[in-house]
């Protein structure tokens, strides 16, 4: 809204020094100071220039479409050689102008039509309809917010880099009568309503797909999972409220309430333990200020932007007792619901982050591909299910962590998450692994109220990259290996290429090579290690003790985190399958919290394992 009135002035009245003023100013020198007449007549003549009326060359540069003439005749002239489809004649005028300007557009049947912003409303006069009317005359300029959200799009098309332009068009769909969109891709980046409203949502409109975020719009976060989305063995330490932060009435973990009419009834302050017969911390409170902050980092406009978090898991159960018709799926299902209830009632809109996603340690048994598939089979589930509720919602992508199995190492469900990582636009994204967290001394399986802060935080960072940067987050997994003799390289994709990759004993203690095993027949016999470098911060290069080509008949393989020949250690970064390998994001990128101070969220590997025979 502008600052100034309708007759151009800011309406404030002249002002004198005070008495008091000019005696402490005497004998000063004038250059060292403003008086009030010198100001006043600073802002006189601002108020001037807000007064005087663009110039022709401002109008038809911002008239897109009209066509300048220098009278009226000149204008009958054109348009009785080129008759125009409808005849709209625009004058602006002005009484304190030297002369009128005149302009007129031949029309497709629709408006077109705009307003400068110098011109008041006394400058503004209409006769006839203006959408879709038949040879209307009109003197003073129209305004039509359609049209205005067509030059506001054409402004940000010519604003945009050229390599970015050629990419760039303007389109209308059956829901976004105009849209700015990206031809090669076709995610839409700005859209605007029927009245020329600035829009921005999620779903698919004509084949093309929109996801662009609405500032004033609610977000459901949802930790789903076991026993660590529950904040198991450890009591709550996140009291701090955050503005933007909430949780339902009955706390985060919503099979626990007592009373589901009370518990999904309001949403409160999301802070951890409001539930006083379920006092943990789960790692909701550091998913949603984590995100929080990545967003207000990033620079983005929040406006009035909320995030409402739940975790609606359980402890200690299979992912075949989180499928779709179970009691724990209906429990994430009505979470939604009532959350989108909830902001029904308020007048908001609102859709669903990415999942966060913290299992594996029930499921010890299932092989990589089962796992897998069983884990994709509910997203996809998830999916279906969550268009009954919020109509035409895009498909979730999931933040996943790896978790430590400690009665077998190299289960499926530890391998499958570096799998998944490493698999091109599959709606996974690793965030985190578990051997650098400190665990709970009396309950060693599980973390302590710290650590599972930490993990939040790191997947709520991931979440927001993924959400609203639409960055391709991607863990960290090996790829291009090759093996020379004694010598195994390979690389490690790094999530973010601005940082490089590091062996860090501090924060976990060495278990010997860096966490790197040699095996030779795949399970407990195992081949030395001479050196393990880092080169061109992206490559690893292990010297094996011995010539790997005699081995080549068994099966060698390359580990990294996964203990060998091992069970039943605890996990954590003393204890139990670990390694020293991250990158050093954590540097630039950290979490403030008033528990943790600053926790650099660095990119720790996880745990993988290579079959080496077909190098050799």
Not at 128 to 149: C, F, H, M, R, S
Not at 202 to 212: A, D, R, T
Request: glycine share 8%; aromatic share 10%; charged share 25%.
């Amino acid at each position: 809204m502008s600052e100034f009135q309708q007759d151009g002035t800011l309406g404030i009245e002249d002002k004198q020094d005070h008495p008091q003023r000019v005696k402490d100013l005497t004998g000063t020198e004038s250059k060292f100071y403003y008086s009030a007449e010198e100001l006043d007549k600073m802002r006189r003549a601002t108020e001037e220039l807000f007064k005087t009326k663009a110039s022709k060359e401002d109008i038809v540069s911002a008239a897109n479409g009209f066509i300048l003439f220098a009278n009226e005749t000149a204008a009958n002239t054109f348009f009785t050689n080129n008759p125009p489809a409808e005849d709209v004649l625009f004058k602006y005028t002005d009484a304190a102008a030297s002369k009128a300007d005149y302009y007129r557009r031949a029309s497709d049947n629709t408006t077109q039509v705009l307003k400068e912003r110098s011109l008041t409303e006394e400058d503004i006069s209409q006769t006839g309809p203006i959408e879709n009317g038949a040879n209307v005359t009109t003197e003073g300029q129209l305004y039509d917010e359609k049209i205005a959200a067509q030059l506001y799009a054409d402004q940000k098309l010519s604003e945009a880099p050229d390599a970015v332009k050629q990419d760039l068009d303007i389109q209308s769909t059956d829901k976004f009568p105009l849209c700015i969109y990206d031809k090669t891709t076709g995610w839409i980046y700005q859209a605007f309503d029927e009245e020329g409203k600035m829009l921005v949502g999620e779903g698919e409109s004509n084949g093309v797909k929109f996801q662009i975020y609405l500032t004033d719009q609610w977000k459901i976060i949802i930790v789903y999972g076991q026993s660590f989305t529950r904040g198991a063995s450890d009591t709550s330490i996140s009291k701090a409220v955050l503005d933007r932060l909430y949780t339902f009435a009955g706390g985060v973990v919503t099979n626990e309430y007592a009373d589901d009419v009370f518990g999904y009834g309001s949403r409160v302050a999301h802070i951890e333990g409001i539930n006083p017969n379920f006092d943990t911390e789960t790692p909701c409170y550091g998913v949603a200020s984590s995100a929080l902050k990545r967003i207000q980092d990033s620079g983005q406009e929040l406006g009035e932007l909320d995030f409402i978090t739940f975790a609606p898991g359980q402890s200690g159960i299979s992912i075949d007792a989180l499928d779709k018709g179970t009691s724990h799926y209906t429990n994430l299902i009505e979470g939604i619901q009532k959350a989108y209830d909830l902001a029904q009632a308020a007048g908001k809109s609102i859709s669903v982050l990415p999942v966060i996603w913290i299992h594996g340690q029930s499921d010890a048994d299932f092989t990589v591909t089962d796992y897998v598939l069983k884990l994709k089979t509910l997203r996809d589930d998830l999916n279906v299910d969550l268009k009954t509720i919020i109509k035409d919602h895009p498909d979730l992508d999931w933040i996943i962590q790896q978790t430590d199995i400690p009665r077998k190492h190299n289960a499926g469900p530890v391998l499958a998450a570096y799998e998944l990582a490493a698999e091109e636009n599959n709606g996974f994204h690793l965030a985190d692994v578990e051997y650098h967290l400190p665990h709970n001394p009396e309950d060693p399986i599980h973390m302590v109220s710290e650590s599972y802060l930490k993990l939040g935080a790191k997947m709520g960072y991931v979440m927001a990259r993924v959400a609203f940067e639409k960055y391709n987050w991607k863990g960290i997994y090996p790829y291009d290996v090759s093996i020379q003799g004694r010598i195994i390289r390979f690389k490690l994709n790094r999530p973010d290429s601005r940082f490089k990759f590091l062996f860090d004993e501090v924060t976990v203690n060495n278990p010997g090579a860096y966490g790197f095993r040699l095996t030779s027949d795949g399970s407990t016999s195992l081949t030395s290690i001479a050196s393990i470098d880092i080169v061109n911060d992206d490559t690893i290069v292990v010297v094996s003790g011995v010539d790997l080509a005699p081995l080549a008949a068994t099966a060698l393989e390359l580990r990294y985190a996964l203990r060998v020949g091992s069970t039943g250690d605890n996990p954590g970064p003393t204890t139990g399958s670990r390694g020293n390998l991250r990158d050093n994001q954590g540097d630039v990128v950290k979490f403030k919290d008033p528990n943790l101070g600053e926790y650099p969220l660095h990119n720790w590997c996880p745990s993988f394992k290579i079959s080496l025979n077909q190098y050799l």
